[in-house]
């Protein structure tokens, strides 16, 4: 069986979608609904609709669209975020109006594509490994580059996904390895 998916992915691309011990390749266009791997499964399905889903999210958070963003992504009420700027996770999502008016305020004019590097499925679990490419003004900043590296997980709650974990890194560019020790350092 191993020897088989191997044979698969190698022949097909790196990029896979995995169902329990089925494996099936999927590119960045076939994970966002362009058709590909093994068509109309439930698992290829439902991680198409959460790409397509959070590629939508991602766009109207980097532009302040906060309404949008809400209306695409559910929160799990046992959310973390491990949030770019580092730190501790933060436990929760705070959906209260001036929480969410002052996030749309942190981010502002901004424009964003999504890059998958990967994607899995397992049962009620949906775990997304993207390159989130998006610019835009962040935390009072000018226009600048702000892709990021995101690992977002997602767990079915009755016919609705909830993100239950979003992981984030500035580190889309490589960096020496004395700096990633100095940032380990926290110096």
Do not use: C
């Not at 994970?31 to 399905?45: D, E, F, L, Q, Y």
């Not at 992504?73 to 705070?94: E, N």
């Not at 959906?95 to 994607?119: D, M, W």
């Amino acid at each position: 069986m191993l020897k088989r998916i191997y044979e698969a992915q190698r022949k097909h691309s790196r990029r896979a979608v995995l169902v329990g011990a089925v494996s099936w390749p999927v590119t960045a266009a076939a994970a966002k609904g362009a058709g590909g791997g093994s068509p109309g499964s439930p698992g290829a399905r439902a991680v198409a609709a959460l790409v397509r889903r959070t590629d939508q999210a991602a766009a109207a958070l980097i532009r302040g669209d906060n309404d949008t963003y809400l209306q695409l992504i559910h929160h799990a009420d046992d959310y973390t975020l491990m949030q770019p700027f580092g730190g501790p996770p933060t436990r929760g999502f705070d959906g209260r109006p001036e929480s969410v008016a002052t996030l749309a305020r942190f981010f502002k004019s901004g424009e964003a594509t999504l890059e998958v590097a990967q994607a899995y499925a397992s049962g009620d679990l949906v775990v997304l490994v993207l390159i989130e490419r998006q610019h835009g003004e962040v935390g009072g900043l000018p226009d600048q580059d702000w892709s990021l590296r995101v690992t977002q997980v997602y767990r079915r709650s009755g016919a609705t996904w909830e993100l239950v974990h979003r992981h984030a890194d500035p580190l889309v560019h490589p960096i020496a390895i004395d700096k990633a020790s100095a940032l380990a350092r926290g110096a």
